[in-house]
């Protein structure tokens, strides 16, 4: 399993807050992945996270329940 944002924090390592911090982040890098990936999220929940903030605790939701 890859280590992004949402890894991190179904493991308990982050909190949502901390967001803002990874975005920040990815923005200093120089990686080679989009930020949606670097998050760990799809294109289309990337959007919907950009459109509407408060979504971000469903879209993590999804992910526990794969």
Do not use: A, C, Q
Not at 15 to 35: G, T
Not at 43 to 51: D, K, N, P, V
């Amino acid at each position: 399993m890859k280590n992004n944002f949402i890894d991190f924090y179904l493991k308990g390592r982050v909190s949502l807050e901390e967001i803002d911090d990874w975005i920040d982040d990815w923005h200093e890098s120089d990686l080679n992945e989009e930020l949606h990936e670097y998050l760990g999220m799809t294109l289309h929940e990337y959007e919907l996270f950009m459109y509407s903030p408060d979504i971000l605790p469903l879209i993590i939701l999804s992910y526990k329940e794969e």
